[in-house]
């Protein structure tokens, strides 16, 4: 560092075993002589030295991969090709994801009865860790509200009609 330094005419004294901070200008010096040296850039590597598990994948091989994929979902979207999830059946994956949503269920948590249909997405590799929607499971909790109206007229064996709990909304004209 102090070589570094040296070339970009800066020099520290080291009195006291203590030196002084580099001024903004002297800070952008040694930052650009830095980058042009090459400091930033990762240095390619052996692919025998690569950990174990890591896929290494050939540019050309992955680029005519995906071009055979997009041809495939083009010629199948032209013939009208939907599969399973065009006939609005469930997905073995979903199927799943419904039995786990049920297991624990009580009796005062209901399941939505109408859902919107999403298409099937596929997501690259790069996408992985993108931030989107968290999926869920269609169930919420639902209880009973004990005001003032609902205490004079209903009681444990005739209970109130039950509310999805922890939304209030407040509307104001």
């Known amino acids: 560092m102090t070589k570094i330094l040296a070339q970009c005419g800066i020099e520290l004294a080291t009195c006291g075993g203590g030196g002084r901070l ?11 002589e830095l980058y042009s040296r090459g400091a930033y850039s990762p240095s390619y590597g052996d692919e025998r030295q690569a950990m174990p598990g890591i896929e ?9 991969k995906r071009r055979k994929l ?39 948590e209901a399941v939505f009865a109408v859902e919107a249909p999403l298409e099937a997405q596929t ?3 790069s996408e992985k860790y993108r931030p989107r929607k968290p999926r869920y499971f269609n169930r919420v909790h639902t209880g009973f509200e004990w005001n003032k109206y609902n205490q004079t007229h209903y009681d444990m064996d005739n209970p ?14």
């Open 70 to 108: 997009v041809r495939e979902a083009d010629r199948r979207s032209e013939l009208g090709m939907g599969g399973a999830e065009a006939a609005g059946a469930l997905t073995v994956k979903e199927r799943e994801m419904e039995a786990v949503a049920r297991h624990g269920m009580n009796k005062d």
């Open 56 to 64: 290494i994948l050939d540019e050309q091989e992955d680029t005519e």
């Open 22 to 32: 580099l001024t903004e200008d002297e800070m952008v010096l040694v930052t650009l």
């Open 123 to 125: 997501f690259l590799w």
């Open 160 to 173: 109130p009609p039950k509310i999805v709990q922890g939304y209030r909304f407040n509307v104001g004209f």
